[in-house]
């Protein structure tokens, strides 16, 4: 709970700075905030609490979860000032935007209560909406803004819908008193109907296949720093919720659902992959990554006893390894109409650093030792074979192999393609955030243990 206020608190203050005229000193204060805040919800760490008749409640797995978001919103905000330099004037806003989606994100993951549930799914959404169409000049992102609100709110209509029936059902939107009647005998069918329509809800937001038809153009139109953000941050919120709310609402995990869910996720590995493979735009090839991505983490809800910790381990591993590939992809479209494979050629000769961040993050993506993205995929693959469901390892593991074609396609235009440019200097806070962010990728697949143990 205090990370919540905390969070809410700062966002404020980002925009009192403008007022204030101290619009120099708002990325440096945001930082060192959300530093400050990391360091508060750490300490809630083993202390469950629940707040305000369990509308919040702080447990390890949320406390583990919101201090992955913080982190990823220090590096989104300071890959900020280098974004916004033609829209100085409106730092403080997208700033803020970025903080009050961060409280969305927390409450998501520390709800004890479905509307709290829904009223931090619907904060996010909403920032993510004003982000897309940030570029009011740019016809691409007013029509991303465009889809994702409609598609958004048809997929939060269907989430309310959901909420809804379950009420209707339980006569209560507290989960723990939901998970308690789950199991009754005399259970209405609706119940099921409504847990049904949250799931479909919840795929569409982390765009699982059949749910990902939005995501490609979205990613594809918006402004890159606010791509990076949906591929990072809002999908893995998205996921961690959505693990979260199966495991609250203890319903009766039914052969039919298990098997529902092993479909989706083979059906959007292969989806994701064979579309990355034909894709020139790198945002594009990085949206169906990210669809194959949702599919290898919907594994999870294949063991939900066991996989809160490997889901916390992938989603770190894969939302680092997304903000690294996401910073190159700032510098070397900056100021581009695209960002298509032509504008990395000879990136390894123009900027050799930069072409090290961009290969470290695609070969983990690809779950290539000694990266954080092979244990994280193979924690994941030992836990959904120890639940019985060896088919979708097997198809896991071939869709693994099919995404090294389409990485490797932009590893080699940055080392054998001849440079189109002289490149010109790299900001340092860009620089910071591409070194840390693939730091961090290599340091967890050397100690995978660090966050494997703490849920």
Same mark, same amino acid.
């Given at each position: 709970?205090n990370?919540?206020?905390?969070v809410i608190g700062?966002g ?13 000193a ?7 905030g ?15 609490a ?6 919040v ?6 406390? /583990? ?12 905000v @300071? ?16 700033i ?9 994100a ?6 004890g ?37 409609l ?11 959901g909420? /809804? ?16 009647? +789950? ?6 069918s ?8 949250? /799931? ?17 153009d979205?990613?594809e139109g918006?402004p890159a ?16 919720? %959505? ?13 039919q659902?298990?098997?529902?869910? @092993?479909?989706i ?8 992959n ?8 790198v ?22 006893? +066991?996989?809160?910790?490997s ?12 903000? @690294?590939?996401?910073?190159? &992809?700032?510098? &070397? /479209? ?10 990395f050629?000879?990136?390894a000769?123009?900027n050799?650093?930069l @072409?090290?961040?961009?290969t470290?993050?695609?070969?983990s ?9 092979f244990?994280?995929?193979l ?8 639940s ?5 390892v ?8 099919i995404?090294?074609?389409?990485? %490797?396609?932009l ?10 440019e002289?490149?010109t200097?790299t900001?340092i ?10 730091l ?6 050397? %100690?995978p ?7």
């Open positions: 709970m990370t919540l206020i905390a700062l404020i203050l980002t925009l009192l700075l403008e007022i204030l005229n101290l619009r120099k708002i990325i440096p204060f945001t930082m060192l959300l530093l400050g805040i990391l360091g508060l919800t750490v300490l809630d760490y083993d202390a469950p629940a707040y305000y008749n369990n509308m409640v702080v447990s390890n797995y949320s406390v /583990c979860f919101s201090s992955l978001f913080i982190v990823l919103t220090i590096f989104l @300071a890959l900020s000032h280098h974004f916004y330099d033609n829209q100085a004037s409106k730092l403080s806003d997208f803020a935007i970025k903080i009050f989606m961060l409280s969305g927390v409450a998501m993951v520390s709800f209560n479905l509307a709290m549930f829904f009223l931090g799914i619907e904060v996010l959404s909403i920032s993510l909406y004003i982000l897309a169409a940030s570029n009011r000049l740019n016809l691409k992102s007013n029509e991303a803004g465009m889809k994702y609100f598609m958004g709110s048809f997929a939060s209509g269907i989430l309310l819908f909420i /809804c029936l379950i009420y209707g059902a339980m006569g209560t939107f507290d989960v723990t008193e939901i998970a308690e009647l +789950s199991h009754s005998a005399e259970l209405p609706w119940f099921f109907v409504g847990v049904l329509l949250m /799931c479909i809800g919840m795929l569409f937001k982390i765009a699982a296949v059949p749910f990902h038809f939005w995501a490609p979205v990613y918006s720093l606010t791509t990076a953000t949906m591929s990072t941050l809002a999908k893995v919120v998205a996921m961690a919720t %959505f693990y979260k709310l199966i495991v609250v609402l203890n319903p009766d995990m039914s052969p659902f298990t098997s529902t869910i @092993a479909i996720s083979i059906a959007s590995m292969t989806v994701g064979i579309m990355a493979l034909q894709q020139q735009n945002k594009r090839m990085l949206a169906f990554s990210g669809i194959s991505h949702a599919g290898f983490m919907l594994m999870a809800l294949l063991s939900l006893s +066991s996989a809160a910790g889901l916390f381990y992938y989603a770190a591993a894969y939302s680092f390894a997304g903000i @690294a590939a996401f910073a190159v &992809v700032l510098y &070397v /479209c900056k100021n581009r109409e695209n960002e298509d494979y032509v504008n050629h000879g990136l000769k123009t050799p650093v @072409a090290v961040v961009m470290i993050a695609l070969l993506m690809a779950g290539i030792p000694i990266f954080a993205g244990f994280a995929k924690g994941l693959f030992t836990i959904t074979i120890a019985g469901f060896l088919v979708v097997i198809a896991a593991v071939i869709n693994s192999i995404s090294v074609g389409y990485y %490797f396609k590893i080699l235009a940055m080392y054998t393609k001849p440079a189109n002289t490149r200097g900001p806070l860009l620089y910071t955030v591409a070194i840390y962010a693939a961090l990728t290599i340091a967890l697949g050397l %100690f243990q660090l966050l494997l143990g703490l849920l």
